[in-house]
């Protein structure tokens, strides 16, 4: 579940925060965000984005609403609903920056390379380069780099990780190997997932917010944030491999009989 963070609690107004900040009327921001007058009132009448500035009879909107608007677009090809999208919004208090929310949009960016694909099973043997049988195909989907589909012989590919999978097609190994490692992987890592997270919640994210710089520089030191996380965890599994590769000679050691 993607939760929305705690944000900082400056006291909101309805001026606009600097002499720099955009303020477009309603038909000036449609054209910037790509979204329709109609579904821009429907969007204010449902409380996603919060008033204008009213000078006079004309309403003004700012960077703090095309950041949430940029939101609702992020959240929506997520595949949210609307009103999962009203009860995410409602966790962000309305005096939220646009750089606390550009926060927001940056973590619901997959961390994958790519998203999956779909590939019907010639698509899927051509990407491969080479003929899969339908034991290949249990593997992969063992694997997880292949999904089925509710269509026969159309299947979700994680393409960023299908010449792995590929690779270790060659080793041979057992399916039920693979579903255990499986298993395994998918158990220790929605912990670490988890773990992660509350350090990133906690330390990283007020970090960040906190450091007055622009909403796409933020994003771009969240970015980096990602591989460097995912190298740690490699460095630290190949750390535990060889720990525990020595803990196994030591006891081969402690039990082999003396002659």
């Known amino acids: 579940m993607i939760c929305a963070m705690p944000l900082s609690t ?7 925060t600097g002499p720099d900040e955009a303020m477009l009327t309603v038909d000036e921001l449609s054209a910037r965000v790509g979204m329709t007058v109609r579904t821009l009132r429907f969007y204010a009448g449902r409380g996603l984005i919060p008033p204008p500035v ?8 700012g960077t703090e609403h095309i950041a949430r608007l940029d939101l609702v677009r992020e959240l929506q090809a997520h595949g949210f609903t609307l009103s999962a999208i009203e009860g995410y919004l409602d966790r962000i208090p309305a005096n939220a920056t646009p750089q606390d929310i550009a926060l927001h949009r940056t973590l619901l960016t997959p961390w994958m390379r790519d998203l999956p694909e779909t590939l019907d099973r010639a698509a899927l043997v051509r990407r491969t380069g080479r003929d899969l049988t339908d034991d290949d195909i249990e593997m992969l989907v063992a694997l997880g780099v292949v999904e089925p589909t509710p269509d026969e012989d159309v299947f979700q590919v994680a393409t960023a990780h299908l010449s792995l999978g590929v690779e270790l097609l060659d080793l041979d190994l057992p399916v039920e190997a693979v579903l255990d490692a499986g298993r395994i992987f998918t158990e ?6 988890e773990e992660l997270t509350e350090v990133f919640r906690t330390k990283v994210w007020p970090h960040y917010r906190d450091s007055g710089g622009p909403p796409e520089h933020i994003q771009q030191l969240v970015e980096r944030f990602k591989p460097v996380t995912i190298q740690g965890l490699v460095l630290a599994y190949e750390r ?5 590769q ?6 081969s050691r402690t039990k082999a009989p003396r002659r």
């Not at 400056?10 to 606009?16: I, M, N, Q, R, T």
């Not at 535990?240 to 525990?244: D, I, L, P």
């Open 240 to 244: 535990a491999v060889g720990e525990t």
């Open 246 to 251: 020595r803990d196994t000679i030591r006891r």
């Open 188 to 193: 220790h890592g929605r912990a670490l997932a």
């Open 10 to 16: 400056v006291p909101a107004s309805s001026e606009p």
């Open 54 to 61: 009213r000078r006079g009879r004309v309403g003004y909107y």
